[in-house]
Each structure stands twice: as structure tokens, then as C-alpha cells.
DNA sequence: CTGTTAGCGCGTTCAT
DNA sequence: ATGAACGCGCTAACAG
């Protein structure tokens, strides 16, 4: 350990022959100091290695200066972009984030709340497809939040998302286009609304071209790699198989075409298989996947800029700031089979 | 906003009667504190929602309750479950964790030790293959910190991880037993010390066996999956190509995976390939990857309680603590083609 | 432009 | 077992 080990404001001041209001000072508003004692204070700063403790500062503030992000599973690279796109503006605006892995329990969650409530935080950014029950008080929001990734109707803050009932109609109009008719569907959690978007999209382009919708064709998941394999095997447990299936997001279109080959189905040619996300292995598995692009970087930028605006001025107008999508196509669809 | 944001300790005292030390007391020392009164001040905490100002708190302590977390990259599912485990163990001991992915910068770094240089983290814990520039006082470390996943010789800090060397050998002793002679490796980059192990694991694997050394069958990569389909091309550019590759990641495995099929090779048929760290990834490619599984979730756990170890009591003997790996057999790999 | 003073909310002596 | 008083390190108000 190092002998001189925090250096307070005091021992600058008294060495530098100032009063520790003008240490101050010369730390956070240089210009309220004459040239030559700045300089001597910062030279004294420099030589007796002195940080302020932002400890006290922010006590001081009563700001903590940071902000958590709720997130239901770090180990999903898509939450992965997000969180790097809050980071980033977070850093610029002296912001430092606080991760807040859930792991879909609901104790965590309260946790991670709590940080807010006891002002270890100042703020929260919501990835989850729900409010956080402890949110939601009675006249409104106790503290400041905004949504980011799971649309939320009538959600009492700040929305940045995406329109995911117009990706996913157009990522059906695709399949549509291409000759499917029978066309599966496996959803996410139906407890996320993000499920119920997608989901309303599918339907909206089968009825737009005039096709029955059909149950059978429609299996759950829960957005995991493993549940996109026992969903498919559902789907093709039935008398009339999907030509192609569309996941509602790209870890469970590669689980279904794991299961797809496993059963000795070839992907496209026999199946077709799309995701959503876009996440980066969706370009480096077999067949690259066609799926739909979500601006991940920025909708983490925007989320942590609504965020800050909040706890800066105070404007929490519950707005709906929607991000433009992209379908990319690549090789995990094509025309179905001649006779089917 | 809520009427009554911000009760203070004052408040909930003189509602209740009784001092603010009886109230403080009562919420974090209940022995000392009546029955009677305990009772009656919790109950005014419940009545008035009081929640105590941990900032004050933490001001008070000199403590922030919070560690850094640095990483190079949040979006690779490895460091994800490396984080997860830290976090668990930290939430035990009402520690937060502030991520820090510095995305290769070394501002991005220094901002982050800069958290704890200023107090508003306690330790920090390096997932990186270096340490931090700024750690590396003249005598010694300035702040605590402990390296996990990357060894580093002599690092003056607790350390946690896994042989590299060992599990690297290992590896490669499994490919040589399959019958393999001329084994091609992919490594990360040079700076990270992981690599250098893993290359001499490697090369002790080949040593034993008898089988001399060709540093044409060895390329460079970055841990990136694009790295990984650059250097395998590298490596068939030669007139004499491997019949195994041994990448250091499984990420630079699919990239690899992914350029061999696109030039018509099957994989393990033609070429066997084979990763390290068994991401979720790993099982669900075509085919699925022999990989080395690292135990993420302990070497975060052990991580943190090392660290919180050291914020507690201050032992920060430099150890090591190595965990066991685990060859995972899939279908990535299997033995030459005859007459090669 | 600079120094003096007060106080942020809490934990912690010291009395009682 | 309880209360009064002090101070953590810093910034903000006022005086000079």
C-alpha cells in the first residue's frame, strides 16, 4: 500500500497556502480563480497526487452519478450491443452504469430497484419486457425510468424501441413473397409484448394475403437457443408441416435449425428459417441467417440520452422514440419445394 | 413525482419519538436498540417509506460498495457468464458492479480506474490480459484489484483462472490421438499471455509426440469470429495443409468453421477444427465444437470473493487460484482421412 | 478573486 | 437502552 493514501482537500489547500474553497474551485470551476493561483493550486493537485473523493461530492450532490440497466440475461449478445450503446453516452456524460443482471428472478429485479430508491443510483433503464413491479406507484413513477427494446402499451415512461409489428410483417410479406403458405411461427415469452407485436405483424401480412391463419403452426419459446429446438419439434409433430418458420429471435432460429439438420432436414432447401436481432452470429452460422436488423448501438444511445435529459431537466413526457429496422437477407430462406 | 420524495432519518425520528441515533441504530444495529422502541421506529420507517440515503451512508463509511469490472468486450458470451458470476457473489455482500467494457481503448480504461482512484468504487477486477497502466504504481499496486481469465506472470495481484497450458495440451494430445500429425493453430493476439500459454501447451502436446514444430501451420487471429475465418484461409494458402485446427476460441473456431464450408470443406470430414472456453454457441453449430469447457460462473465467484477478501480484511497475497477445465467431446473433430 | 462559515445525512463517540 | 453532539469531504452562500 502506498504511505500517502487519500489526500484530502485540506493538505492541498494548507500546502498550496489556500483555503480549501479555492482547491475547490480550481477542481470544478477554474474560472472563478485568478491564472496565478490556479496554477499554483493544480501544480500542488499534481504533486501531492490528490483525487477529490467523488464520494463526498456526489453526497454533497446528492447525485450518485450513475444508472442501472436492468437486463434479463447478459449472456445474450443482444442485450451485449444495447448495454454498450447506454455505456457509451452514460461515459460521456459522467455517467458510470451499473449492470443489473436479473436472470428473470424477481427478488434481483426488487434489488436492483432498491439501489435507485436508496440513491445509489439515479436512474434506471428498463430492458425487460415489464415494469418493474416496484416502479409502479400508485400516482405515477417514483423514479426516474425509461424502456428500451420491449414496447410497452401505455407504459407511464419513456419508450425507445423499435416498431416490431411492422418488422415482423415485413419479414412475413418476405416469406410470402418467396411462395410459402404455410408458414410457422415460434414466439417468445407471451408474457412480453414484444411477443404480442410480433406476433400481431405475422398475422397482419398472412391476412394481408388473403391466408388462413392456422394454430397449429404456431409453437412457444422462450427466446433461448434450446426452446427454439423443442419448438420446431412441435411444429413438425403435426400432418402438415410449415414450409418455413419464422423465430422471434435469431438464438431460437438457431436452435430449429440445429434440430432441423439433426433430423436430416436441409435449411433452406427442404425448411426455411428466419430470425430477428441480427446478432452477430447470425452471420457465421449455416446457413447465415435472413433475419431483421435492430440498431441495437443506437438504441442504447438513445435510451441513456433520454435518461439523462430526465435527470437533468426533467422533461419524462412518456414518448415513443421508434428506430428503423432492416431485413437482411442472406441464405436461411428460399422458395419452398415444387408440389408443396 | 411523489409528494414526500426524500424522507429523512430527522423526520422518521421525531415522528417517532425518538432520537436519530435510536433510528439509525434500529435499521442497522436492531440488538442494541429495545424491543419496545425497535418496533415503533420500524414501524414509522414502514409508515413513512423511509429509505435510507446510502450515499450518506457510504460517505460516511469511505466505502462505495461497489467494484469495476473491466472488460474488453461485454458482447462476448464468454466474459457475459464471467460477469454473471461476479455479480452473484457480489450482490451477497451488497456489493454493485459497475461494468467496464473498455472496447480496447486505453481511455476507456483509465476512466474506469479513475472510479476507484476517486472512491466511487472500492476494487476493480480485470478481465483483460494486461493490467491496467494506471494500477502499476512504483511500489506496488495502488489500488485492489484481482486478474481473472488471463494469467499474468508475476502480476502483483491475486489471480484466477485456469492452467492455460495444461487444458492447451490437452487439447492438442486428444487431436494427436485421433491420429492427426500436421495440426494448424489459430492463437489471439500476442500481447494476451493466454495465447502465449495456450501455444506452448500446444507445442508441448506436439513435442512429446514427436512431431516437429512448422510455424507455417500456425496464424494469428484477435478472438474475433471474422479473425478466425482470415486466419484459416492463411493457413490453407500453403502447399501443405493441416488436417486438424486448434483455435484458441471458439468464436475464431466458428469463423474458421464458417470459411472451411464456404470453400467446400466439411468439417470434421475434411478438416477437423477444434475451439476453447465452450460458449452456449459451441453446441448448437453444425457440427457442434470440441471445445474446452472453462468453469465461467466459478472463476467469476471466486473472482469476487478474492476481491471482497481483500476489501474486508486486506490479504492480498498474490496467489493464484487455477480451476479445473474439462475436454468436451463433440463432433468437431475426428480422426484423418486415410492417405494423408 | 478569495476566505470563512454552514451544512448535506448519516454513524459514532460520549454521556446519561 | 437512549440522546446530544461531532465530523466525514465537499460545495454553496456570504463577506471581505
Not at 458510470?96 to 434489488?111: C, K, M, Q
Not at 430508491?117 to 417514483?142: N, S, W
Not at 398475422?203 to 404456431?218: R, T, V
Amino acid at each position: 500500500m502506498s504511505s500517502s493514501r487519500a489526500t484530502s482537500i485540506r493538505q492541498v489547500a494548507r500546502q498550496a497556502g489556500v483555503s480549501i474553497a479555492t482547491v475547490s474551485r480550481a477542481l470544478t470551476t477554474p474560472d472563478k480563480v485568478s491564472d496565478k493561483t490556479l496554477k499554483k493550486v493544480l501544480a500542488q493537485v499534481e504533486r501531492s497526487r490528490y483525487k477529490p473523493n467523488l464520494l463526498a461530492r456526489n453526497f454533497r450532490s446528492k447525485r450518485a452519478y450513475a444508472v442501472v440497466v436492468l437486463v434479463p440475461n447478459i449472456a445474450n449478445p443482444f442485450f451485449a450491443e444495447i448495454i454498450r450503446g447506454i455505456e457509451q453516452v452514460a461515459q460521456q456524460h459522467g455517467y458510470a452504469v451499473l449492470l443489473g443482471d436479473t436472470e428473470g428472478r424477481e427478488d434481483r429485479e426488487a434489488y436492483y430497484v432498491g439501489l435507485v430508491e436508496t440513491r445509489q443510483a439515479d436512474g434506471l433503464i428498463q430492458l425487460h419486457p415489464r415494469l418493474p413491479k416496484i416502479a409502479q406507484g400508485a400516482g405515477g413513477l417514483e423514479i426516474p425510468l425509461v424502456n428500451a427494446c420491449e414496447y410497452i402499451e401505455d407504459a407511464p415512461c419513456p419508450r425507445v424501441g423499435i416498431d416490431n409489428v411492422a418488422a415482423a410483417r415485413e419479414m412475413t410479406a418476405y416469406l410470402i413473397g418467396l411462395g410459402h403458405r404455410r408458414i410457422g411461427a415460434i414466439l417468445g415469452p407471451n408474457t412480453s409484448p414484444l411477443t404480442t407485436d410480433r406476433l400481431r405483424g405475422y398475422k397482419l401480412a398472412l391476412k394481408a394475403a388473403k391466408i388462413a391463419a392456422d394454430d397449429s403452426l404456431i409453437a412457444q419459446g422462450d427466446f433461448t437457443m434450446s426452446s427454439g429446438r423443442a419448438a420446431i419439434a412441435e411444429l413438425f409433430n403435426v400432418k402438415e408441416a410449415p414450409t418455413a418458420v419464422f423465430c422471434f429471435n435469431d438464438e431460437m432460429a438457431l436452435g430449429a435449425i440445429r434440430w432441423l439438420k439433426s433430423t436430416g432436414r436441409s435449411v433452406p432447401n427442404d425448411v426455411s428459417v428466419v430470425g430477428f436481432d441480427d446478432i452477430e452470429f447470425a452471420s457465421f452460422c449455416d446457413p447465415p441467417l435472413t433475419t431483421i436488423e435492430q440498431p441495437t448501438r443506437e438504441i442504447g444511445n438513445k435510451a441513456m440520452s433520454v435518461l439523462f435529459e430526465m435527470l437533468s431537466g426533467g422533461k419524462s413526457e412518456p414518448a415513443l422514440h421508434a428506430l428503423p429496422t432492416k431485413l437482411i437477407v442472406r441464405d436461411s430462406a428460399a422458395p419452398p419445394r415444387r408440389g408443396k
